[in-house]
């Protein structure tokens, strides 16, 4: 029968993760007191790096509905609960990983995909939210130039093609003139014969 400490922490290790974007998982083993206290202070205050027991863990995740991250759960285990950009947490565990070799970042947990680590850091290879979102908008902005500049020329074209129009009516109407000249002296060659 588990006891009421462990029935509280994996109550708080479930609540962490329902209220996380993202979960960043770590092999931490051989990393110093004093380098995960630089790892929490370099994710800032929306990211909570937590040392967890794997038990405690599993259960919690099997609570909060996510049973695939049980594969990752191998080995000394600290969890970054991440609360804000996914992108922006997993390149600062990268970023340790490279300054404390003992960091290896084993997976993570995305919109209810988990994903495994050469993913988990290819995650931390894309831009930031707020640099896709600038690319976004100006791909839009671009798409949006192109349709006003195809809107502005349709008049143009239509008065184009109306010009070319008007242009051939006289010619036409000239041609009927001259038909009608051509029919009469007929008429008269006829009425002198």
Sequence with gaps: MPSAEKVEKVATLKER?????????TEYRGLSVHEATELRRSLGEATRFSVVKNTLMKR???EAGIEALEALLDGPTAVAFVAG??????KKVVEAGRRFPALILKGAYLEGRVLQGAEARALAELE????????????LKGEMSRAAGMLQALPGRFLGVFEAYREKLPAE?????EGE????????????E
């Design 17 to 25: 993760i329902a209220g996380s974007q993202a979960l960043l998982l």
């Design 60 to 62: 919690a995740a099997d």
């Design 85 to 90: 950009d996914p992108v922006a947490a997993a």
């Design 128 to 139: 930031s939210r707020e640099v896709m979102l600038s690319r976004i908008a100006g791909m």
């Design 173 to 177: 109407g000239s041609a009927s003139e």
């Design 181 to 192: 000249k051509s029919g009469e002296a007929e008429a008269s060659q006829e009425g002198e």
